[in-house]
């Protein structure tokens, strides 16, 4: 594994989440997969990370990777930005200003940063 994998594995199964709680923006990378032994390669391979599942009704069961530390999330998403197809806008917003963090409405703006997200229209 190395972090050109990780950046597709991170464009096709993964993402960037912010939380805001109480008036603070809270960051996590997550990456998903119905086959645990993926996630469980990539948290070998960062040394971090907790995995989570989940079913739905009538649903594959889903394993999620969770990453919460800043400074374990900057390293990453330095190392994966060169690889980044998809979600590089996503990561540079994050990393421009992650040292900042936590973050509050004054310096940051989750509607900017949602608003790279791009959704395919129904045809």
């Given at each position: 594994?190395?972090?050109?994998?990780?950046?597709?594995?991170?464009?096709?199964?993964?993402?960037?989440?912010?939380?805001?709680?109480?008036?603070?923006?809270?960051?996590?990378?997550?990456?998903?997969?119905?086959?645990?032994?993926?996630?469980?390669?990539?948290?070998?391979?960062?040394?971090?990370?907790?995995?989570?599942?989940?079913?739905?009704?009538?649903?594959?069961?889903?394993?999620?990777?969770?990453?919460?530390?800043?400074?374990?999330?900057?390293?990453?998403?330095?190392?994966?930005?060169?690889?980044?197809?998809?979600?590089?806008?996503?990561?540079?917003?994050?990393?421009?200003?992650?040292?900042l963090w936590p973050l509050t409405?004054?310096?940051?703006?989750?509607?900017?940063?949602?608003?790279?997200?791009?959704?395919?229209?129904?045809?």
């Open positions: 594994m190395d972090y050109q994998y990780l950046a597709g594995f991170f464009d096709g199964e993964g993402n960037i989440n912010v939380l805001k709680i109480k008036g603070r923006f809270y960051l996590q990378l997550r990456f998903y997969n119905t086959e645990r032994i993926v996630l469980d390669e990539i948290v070998g391979f960062l040394n971090v990370g907790k995995i989570y599942s989940r079913q739905r009704e009538g649903a594959n069961r889903i394993y999620e990777l969770y990453i919460t530390k800043r400074e374990v999330i900057k390293k990453i998403l330095t190392n994966l930005l060169p690889f980044l197809i998809i979600k590089k806008k996503h990561a540079q917003f994050v990393l421009d200003k992650i040292d409405d004054s310096n940051f703006s989750k509607e900017e940063f949602q608003s790279f997200v791009t959704r395919k229209k129904n045809l």
